[in-house]
């Protein structure tokens, strides 16, 4: 004869066994939404997924992962050849990843590298230096400057800009730069292009929150670093297009 506690123990189970299964249910559920976000798609030869690499460049011979500090050798290296200049070794950096960023993306293609972005939240608000800049945004410049020699710049001012812009610009706070590639041909575009490239992997160390050129754009709030288009307030316009101009601009700190 059951006892009333055998009884209430076998009325139990199948009240626990529901409960696991509805856990394990839940767990699947978690496990589709986001671990192929985790996941970049990445293989090996035999087909095995590889956590996605901090950078990635689109070669002829398909996408090749790097590591951060890769990608700040490979385009600081680009942009001193362009000019001219002795490259810091890059023996190591598949020859297709060099000519790619060297090329620059082939006709309409688009961008060629992008890496994932890591927003600073711990920045002080900063307010504009003598120069129309935050000390950020001159930062910015100087490294800039050094890498790529004078360029033609714009987008601020000393005591700061009021105009020229749109709504809520970040140019009116100091934190963004205008470098113009003018006029629009080929050439400035793959210039452009080498020094958009060179900003997106040194964003985490510079605290760049955007770039913009060639109607794209890449924004370190992007989880996955990827570029996005950049639809402009007059498509014919080739300065709002950002066609003529890489943008760039600082995180602000504080609540920016």
């Given at each position: 004869?059951?006892?009333?506690?055998?009884?209430?123990?076998?009325?139990?189970?199948?009240l626990?066994?529901?409960?696991?299964?509805?856990?394990l249910?839940l767990?699947?559920?978690?496990?589709?939404?986001?671990?192929?976000n985790?996941l970049?798609?990445?293989?090996?030869?035999?087909g095995?997924?590889?956590?996605?690499?901090?950078?990635?460049?689109?070669?002829?011979?398909?996408?090749?992962?790097?590591?951060?500090d890769?990608?700040q050798l490979?385009?600081?290296?680009?942009?001193l050849?362009?000019?001219?200049?002795?490259?810091p070794?890059?023996?190591?950096?598949?020859d297709?990843?060099?000519?790619?960023?060297?090329?620059?993306?082939?006709?309409?293609?688009?961008?060629?590298?992008?890496?994932?972005?890591?927003?600073a939240t711990?920045?002080?608000?900063?307010?504009?230096?003598a120069?129309?800049l935050?000390?950020?945004?001159?930062?910015l410049?100087?490294?800039?400057?050094?890498?790529?020699?004078?360029?033609s710049?714009?987008?601020?001012?000393?005591?700061?800009?009021?105009?020229?812009?749109?709504?809520?610009?970040?140019?009116?706070?100091?934190r963004?730069i205008?470098?113009?590639f003018r006029?629009?041909?080929?050439e400035?575009?793959?210039?452009?292009?080498?020094l958009?490239?060179?900003?997106v992997?040194?964003?985490d160390?510079?605290?760049?929150q955007?770039v913009?050129?060639?109607d794209r754009?890449?924004?370190?709030?992007s989880s996955r670093?990827?570029w996005?288009?950049?639809d402009?307030p007059?498509?014919?316009?080739?300065?709002?297009?950002?066609?003529?101009?890489v943008h760039?601009?600082?995180?602000?700190?504080?609540?920016?």
């Amino acid at each position: 004869m059951l006892t009333n506690d055998h009884t209430h123990r076998v009325r139990r189970r199948p009240l626990r066994t529901l409960l696991v299964l509805l856990l394990l249910g839940l767990l699947a559920s978690l496990t589709v939404l986001f671990v192929p976000n985790l996941l970049a798609g990445s293989r090996t030869e035999d087909g095995s997924l590889l956590l996605r690499p901090e950078c990635t460049v689109q070669t002829s011979e398909g996408e090749v992962g790097l590591d951060r500090d890769e990608a700040q050798l490979a385009t600081t290296a680009v942009a001193l050849l362009a000019r001219g200049m002795e490259p810091p070794d890059t023996s190591g950096i598949d020859d297709a990843v060099m000519q790619r960023l060297a090329d620059g993306p082939a006709e309409d293609a688009g961008p060629s590298l992008t890496c994932r972005g890591s927003a600073a939240t711990d920045l002080q608000e900063q307010q504009l230096s003598a120069t129309g800049l935050t000390p950020r945004a001159e930062q910015l410049r100087e490294a800039m400057t050094e890498v790529f020699g004078d360029q033609s710049l714009g987008g601020f001012a000393p005591g700061g800009v009021g105009q020229g812009h749109g709504t809520d610009s970040t140019h009116y706070d100091g934190r963004a730069i205008d470098i113009f590639f003018r006029p629009v041909t080929e050439e400035n575009r793959r210039q452009g292009w080498i020094l958009a490239h060179w900003l997106v992997a040194h964003a985490d160390d510079l605290n760049i929150q955007y770039v913009i050129f060639d109607d794209r754009f890449w924004s370190v709030h992007s989880s996955r670093g990827l570029w996005h288009y950049y639809d402009a307030p007059e498509p014919g316009n080739e300065i709002l297009r950002h066609v003529d101009h890489v943008h760039v601009d600082v995180l602000g700190g504080g609540f920016a």
